[in-house]
């Protein structure tokens, strides 16, 4: 298994272990409520030797509204954040949306960091 790999598995193994969500190394065909996945972002450089990975973690939102996904943000987003902290900075969490033309679908992105 490649280091970006092993780190992915990292990072899934932590987001799992957050009640009400349920993790997966890339994004499953059919998302559900509580679904989350792992995106590369970038490796760059970080030492002579070393490597700075970048990584996102999407999480599939209630769809029913705006306020409905809000709320699980507000229930699960800490919880997630100290899960991550093991295993990579989390820089930012930000909601987003994964729709396409005048589809709006509720998602939260949390990015970091990992060596």
Known sequence: MSRLE?????IVAAVDGVAGLHAFARRPSTARPGDAWTRWRSTE??????????????????????????????????????????VMYVEEIAPADLGSGDATIYALVITGRTE
């Open 6 to 10: 092993d780190l992915r598995a990292e």
């Open 45 to 86: 450089r970080a030492t002579a030797y070393g490597w700075l990975h970048r990584f996102a973690v999407v999480v599939y939102l209630p769809q029913q509204t705006e306020q409905s996904a809000d709320e699980f943000v507000e229930e699960h987003g800490q919880l997630l954040a100290d899960a991550l902290g093991p």
